[in-house]
């Protein structure tokens, strides 16, 4: 095995994809998102899984992990829109904490360079959330890491499908010219 074969590509890919991901449940457990929490997961897991198959040699893991790509990929783009309210999605609704919870994305009120200020108590009463803290002066609005986050996956999990593919491929063939000796 080469440094730069396709099987070496694919395990460094779903270990970045481990990374990411068990970062990005951090912060989805700070903002009690449930979602997300059990979505991210599921991906750890077929992650573990696909990296398994791959230093076994094991296809129908790698074909388990190209399946579930195809969801994550889909996911990630489901946030996106969220997060930018296309599609008649908004970034304001509860989808993501299942609708068990008011709690909303940790980087809305701790984001890079907000400015949290506690709103005064006598003006409490009149707002429909009980939401003391607003953000003011973000220097990148949560919004936006929350897209650069699925970006990120976004862009992973294409290159780790494409390599997943190829050692599919490459697994099948060596078993073919195994079968025919």
Known sequence: MGCCSGRCMLMFFCALQLI???????????GYQWAPI??????????????????????????LYIVW??????WNVFICCLYLDLGGLSKDS??????LSSYRSWWK????????RNLPTTRWQHLES??????????LE???????????????SALGFVFACYVVNIFS?????????
């Open 20 to 30: 990411t991901a068990v970062e990005r449940q951090v912060f989805d457990f700070l």
């Open 38 to 63: 059990l979505v991210n997961f599921l991906h750890v897991i077929v992650v573990i899984l696909g990296l398994f198959g791959t230093v076994h040699y094991k296809p129908r893991y790698i074909v």
């Open 69 to 74: 790509t195809v969801f994550w990929v889909t």
């Open 94 to 99: 509860n989808y993501l904490s299942l609708g």
């Open 109 to 116: 009120d701790n984001g890079p360079g907000c400015e949290n």
């Open 130 to 139: 009980p939401a003391l803290v607003s953000e003011l002066g973000c220097v």
């Open 142 to 156: 949560f919004q936006y890491i929350e897209v650069m986050h699925s970006a990120l996956q976004l862009f992973i």
């Open 173 to 181: 063939e060596e078993e073919d010219t195994y079968l025919y000796k």
